[in-house]
């Protein structure tokens, strides 16, 4: 596990609640959580029913190169699935191969 410093902050619900910086403020993380109309203080906020473009934005859902560039130090070299299909960035050429794609076509059977 690795130690919550300035330089790795809370990223989830469970961090903030076990960090000594905040273990005095957890009646106002309660609130700021039981409050979802309002400003978040320690949450970022966004309604669902409105503000799925936000979401996309946030978490890099636009494509799957929106979605490496945004996840590039997590995944890498290593395969990704993105949409039910699985890509590697391939570096050497800076761009997104769609293995899945690739694999369909290499399975195909032969004409004879």
């Known amino acids: 596990m690795e130690r919550l410093t300035d330089d790795n902050?809370?990223?989830?619900?469970?961090?903030?609640l076990i960090d000594e910086r905040y273990t005095s403020q957890t009646k106002e993380i309660a609130s700021d959580l039981n409050n979802p109309g309002r400003p978040g203080?320690?949450?970022?906020?966004?309604n669902l029913r409105t503000g799925l473009n936000k979401i996309s934005t946030l978490f890099g859902l636009?494509?799957?190169?929106?979605f490496y560039e945004e996840w590039?130090?997590?995944?890498g070299l290593k395969r990704f699935?993105?949409?039910g299909a699985t890509y590697e960035f391939e570096m050497s050429a800076t761009y997104y191969v769609d293995l899945t794609y690739q694999k369909d076509e290499w399975n195909e059977p032969e004409d004879d």
Request: net charge positive; aromatic share 12%; charged share 40%.
């Open 72 to 75: 590039a130090e997590q995944i």
């Open 9 to 16: 902050p809370p990223k989830g619900l469970d961090d903030l």
């Open 62 to 66: 636009r494509s799957p190169e929106k």
């Open 81 to 83: 699935k993105y949409e």
């Open 41 to 46: 203080v320690y949450f970022k906020k966004i």
